[in-house]
């Protein structure tokens, strides 16, 4: 740092004027019923953020307020001002929709607002002594969650297009960050390795593009479905089928029509 101390020029943000919250609540409160594809199916935490809220709220402490800043000389009037904050809780609203989590089209018009804020902050900071290295228009400040928990937030920041870490005192809570934000972008976009299984009938034999963490996720499927074969081989006796008998049916009505029938104890996938 240098010796000679310039105060950093920092516009006020989105965050610090208004928020579409309605909308943010309507999304986040939604998400509760979400049953396939979200961190919570992953593994539970206590107060975990809804990915909603902590997408939005990352969004608009990222984005400058349009609004006029006489001292800065910069911003618009009052009019264009709110304009201008309008079309920005368009793209909130459109951010928090839980079917647009991975919508690239949707995420990257935010990851552009979100540059175009950087840039005009590095632009009012020209002057200072660290410009080179705090203020790179190409590159956006990297993030750090110190009590991540269940990662909602490092995990949002990571689509937001920042490099994110995490951190907890809680080892559940590392290694669930690592799975989400530390792992996934290290095999992004590769092809997956693991031992091919006889008995998936997706097994993605042939195909060439594995976008994102689809590579990934078909090798933890594919060596999911070698360690079942692999246990049933060396434990499986020790469970054998389980007859339904007429007992069975006295809580669990959805089985009658399974009576006088073997199943196996072993877990399926799926
Ligand atoms: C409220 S939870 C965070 C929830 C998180 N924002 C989310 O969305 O899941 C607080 C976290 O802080 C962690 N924590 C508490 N004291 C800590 C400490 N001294 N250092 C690091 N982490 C700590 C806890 O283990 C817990 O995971």
Same mark, same amino acid.
């Given at each position: ?12 943000? #989105? ?5 579409? #919250?309605?909308?943010?609540?309507? @999304? ?6 979400? !049953?396939f ?15 909603? +809220?902590a ?11 349009p609004?006029? =800043?006489?001292?800065? %000389? ?10 201008? &904050?309008?079309r920005?809780?368009?793209?909130i609203e =459109? ?11 949707v ?11 950087? !840039?005009?902050?590095?632009? #009012? ?30 995990l949002? @920041?990571? &689509? ?15 290694? *669930? %960050? ?51 074969? =692999? +246990?049933e !081989? ?10 339904? *008998?007429?007992?069975s ?6 089985? @009658? ?14």
């Amino acid at each position: 740092m240098s010796s000679k101390t310039i105060a950093v020029k920092s516009p006020r943000k #989105l965050i610090e004027v208004a928020l579409p #919250l309605d909308k943010i609540s309507a @999304a986040a409160s939604h998400e509760k019923s979400i !049953r396939f594809g979200h961190l919570s199916t992953l593994h539970l935490w206590w107060s975990r953020k809804p990915l909603a +809220a902590a997408r939005a709220v990352l969004f608009a402490q990222l984005v400058n307020d349009p609004g006029y =800043e006489r001292y800065l %000389n910069r911003g618009v009037n009052k009019v264009e001002a709110a304009k201008e &904050r309008e079309r920005l809780f368009r793209i909130i609203e =459109e951010l928090v929709v839980w079917e647009n989590t991975n919508n690239e089209e949707v995420l990257g018009r935010a990851r552009g607002e979100i540059y175009r804020s950087w !840039r005009e902050t590095c632009e #009012l900071n020209r002057a200072h002594p660290d410009a080179s290295t705090l203020f790179d228009p190409n590159n956006l400040p990297a993030f750090h969650d110190p009590f991540a928990g269940g990662g909602a937030i490092p995990l949002e @920041a990571q &689509r937001l297009g920042l490099e994110s870490y995490a951190s907890d005192l809680n080892p559940v809570a590392v290694t *669930i %960050n690592k799975a989400m934000i530390e792992v996934p972008p290290r095999f992004a976009g590769r092809s997956p390795v693991g031992p091919m299984p006889r008995d998936d009938g997706d097994s993605g034999l042939g195909r060439r593009d594995w976008p994102g963490s689809s590579g990934l996720a078909k090798d933890v499927r594919r060596y999911g479905i070698w360690m079942r074969a =692999e +246990a049933e !081989r060396r434990i499986g006796f020790l469970y054998p089928p389980f007859e339904i *008998i007429e007992e069975s049916v006295a809580d669990r009505p959805d089985l @009658a029509p399974l009576i006088g029938k073997e199943l196996p104890v072993w877990l399926g996938y799926g």
